[in-house]
Structure formats: structure tokens, C-alpha cells
């Protein structure tokens, strides 16, 4: 599995829907899910770890800091057929912070450390970590080598680090993606002094230029909010970034393989809107994106409406969008 470019998780947004509707855009990024916490796995109701096949590579991204229940959870991912397991240390959110795990946890490498262990020794699947470059006050590149440091002397060979610090307290989530400075070359360093690892940049990437600009330094670009918000630029990262010359879906293509997936997702009970929501910016940048946005936006969510809504709102669309 390469992960020269992959998909952020993303809460409410990168659930199975949007990750298959990616998935038809780029054939090689790596997906991530929503953060999905232990305790809903194990206590939970709903099944937290469906997923549609031709999403691999796929990896799923935990939250908890109890090391017997991330074993537990990592041993049923595996079994589900995830490629990876991703323990979230990057969330700030305080309802994350009271159940003590993600971001919180950087100032508690051993017991992550004990985490990453637990759960490596029950799968085969690799177990990664996400992070921050810091959080609070402890923000020194030494406080990062520490914690990356001990992590991946417990096996973890795999980070992602978000290269902005967290602050635990006044800031909402929200905020922690865009106020605290973006330091991407302490994570070029983090690179140079642990160059056995493998280090996928994330933050603030908005195009595949920037991505290949990160590759020189790096192993691997996590993108998100613009992997989300402006999908069709990953038709792109195959050829760019993994050298497979396999032509792109067009945009009207994506649209036509997705009909048949809401008829399913509808025949099952499921609603338009769940599916249509995430498909909102596939025509960002061209001629008749707001006419898309606001007939999927307008109609997807009437009860009763079918897949036709997505050949309506394509059909509403001038030649030119539909051709390219
Ligand atoms: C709506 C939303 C939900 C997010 N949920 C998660 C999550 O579940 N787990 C996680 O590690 N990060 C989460 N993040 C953070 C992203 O994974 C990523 O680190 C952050 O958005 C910065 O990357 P970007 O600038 O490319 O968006 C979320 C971000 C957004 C916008």
C-alpha cells in the first residue's frame, strides 16, 4: 500500500458514501473513515465498521486510549478487511478531551505507546498514528521527537502529522484547522531525523502542485477539507502522483456510476440526501457548478425522490460542464 496521497479522516463527511464516490476519482489514494471511538464500537448499536468493498485501500481511524479495547477494536478491523488501523492523537474537541484520547494524548506518549503495542500485537494490518506537531504550550520540536520517538519504538511506523499545533482549551475544532501557524518544515525535520519512517504530511494542502512539493521532503500528503469540498481535484493524483496512466472518470462518468449506487442506497431504505450531500463540489470551477449545487441541494432531500436526481441535476447542466 502506498501512501504517497490519502484522504483525511473527517467526521460526518468521509463516511461510506463519500469514500466511494472518491473512490471512483482517484483508484490509488488511501481513504480514511471518520474517526470512530472504541466505545461506540463495542457498546454501540449501529455497525460503525461497514464499508462498500471497492473502497480499499481503506483504512480506519480509532479514538480511545484504552489499550485492551484498541486491540479489540483493531482485531475486529482487521477481520472486517481494513488495510490499516489509525489511532487518532490529533482531535481537540473537549468531548474527545474528557474521554482522554485524542490530541490529549500527545502529552502521554507511553501510553500511546502501550496502545500502538496492544493493538500490533493482535493484527497484521499495520497501525499508524495521526497527529499534531504539538499542543498547549508544549510545542518544541523536542516535545514532537519525544512523542514520535516513543510511539515508534513500540512499532509504529507510520505517522501522519498535522503540522499545526492544537490548543486543548479556547479554541473549537474548527478553529484548531485554521488559527494556530501551519510549520511544515518541522515535519521535513521529523523526516531527516527519523528517516525509517514513513511521514505523510497534513494540513492546509489545496492542490497537487503543493502535494508534489511535500513529496520531496516527504512520504506521503493527507488532505481534507479540499479533497472534500473540490473532489474532482484527485482525478489527477493517480497519473501525478502515483504514475498510473489509466484515464480519469469525467465528472458526468463519476455522476453515471453513482446512480446505480443511490438506487441501492435508496432500495435499502436510505435517503438521496445522503448520498448527494457529499457530492456537491464535483463541478467546483466549472461552468454551471451553482446550478448542481442547488438542485441537488433543493431536491435530494424530498421524500420519496430517487436516484433520477442525479441524471436531472446532470441533465440541468450546460454541454460544456457535462463534457469535460
Ligand atoms: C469536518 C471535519 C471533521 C474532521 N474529523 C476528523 C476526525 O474524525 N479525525 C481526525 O483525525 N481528524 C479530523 N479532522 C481533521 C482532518 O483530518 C485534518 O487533519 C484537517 O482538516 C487538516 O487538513 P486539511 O487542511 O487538508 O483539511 C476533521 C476535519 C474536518 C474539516
Redesign the pocket.
Known amino acids: 500500500m502506498k501512501r504517497t496521497f490519502s484522504v ?7 463516511d461510506r458514501h463519500y469514500r466511494y464516490f472518491a473512490r471512483l476519482i482517484s483508484r490509488q489514494a488511501l481513504l ?4 470512530v471511538t472504541t466505545g461506540a464500537i463495542i457498546h454501540g448499536k449501529g455497525d460503525y465498521l461497514a464499508f462498500n468493498e471497492e473502497e480499499h485501500p481503506l483504512a480506519l ?1 480509532l ?1 480511545g486510549s484504552n489499550p485492551a479495547d484498541l486491540a479489540h477494536c483493531a482485531k475486529l478491523a482487521q477481520a472486517r478487511g481494513y488495510d490499516e488501523v ?1 489511532l ?4 481537540p474537541s473537549d468531548r474527545v478531551q474528557n474521554g482522554r484520547f ?1 490530541a490529549c494524548l500527545m502529552a502521554e506518549p507511553q501510553l500511546v505507546a502501550e496502545c500502538v503495542q496492544a493493538m500490533q500485537a493482535v493484527v497484521d494490518i499495520p497501525v499508524t498514528v ?1 497527529t499534531r506537531i504539538g499542543i498547549d504550550e508544549q510545542d518544541s520540536y523536542g516535545f514532537l521527537t519525544d512523542f514520535v520517538g516513543t510511539v515508534a519504538e513500540a512499532g509504529c511506523e507510520v505517522f ?1 502529522i ?1 503540522a ?1 499545533k492544537a490548543w486543548l482549551k479556547g479554541l473549537s ?2 478553529e484548531n ?1 485554521e488559527i494556530p501557524e501551519l510549520d511544515y518544515p518541522r515535519a521535513y525535520r521529523l523526516k531527516q531525523d527519523f528517516p525509517g519512517l514513513n511521514i505523510s504530511v ?5 492542490s497537487l502542485d503543493e502535494c508534489e512539493a511535500h513529496l520531496q521532503h516527504l512520504d506521503g500528503v ?7 469540498q473540490d473532489p474532482y481535484m484527485m482525478a489527477a493524483v493517480d497519473s501525478r502522483l502515483y504514475g498510473d496512466d489509466r484515464l480519469p472518470l469525467s465528472r458526468a462518468e463519476v455522476v453515471e456510476q453513482m446512480i446505480p449506487y443511490l438506487e441501492r442506497h435508496i432500495a435499502q431504505g436510505g435517503r438521496a440526501n445522503h448520498v448527494t450531500r457529499h457530492m456537491l463540489g464535483l463541478f467546483n470551477g466549472m461552468p454551471g457548478a451553482r446550478q448542481w449545487r442547488r438542485y441537488l441541494a433543493q431536491n435530494a432531500h424530498l421524500p420519496g425522490m430517487g436516484a433520477s436526481v442525479l441524471s436531472d441535476a446532470l441533465a440541468s447542466l450546460p454541454e460544456s460542464a457535462v463534457a469535460a
Open positions: 483525511a479522516p473527517m467526521l460526518d463527511w468521509t480514511y473513515t471518520e474517526m481511524q479514538g489509525n487518532n492523537v490529533g482531535c485524542g495521526k501522519t498535522h499545526r475544532p474548527k484547522r497534513n494540513g492546509g494542502v489545496k493527507m488532505v481534507g477539507r479540499e479533497a472534500y
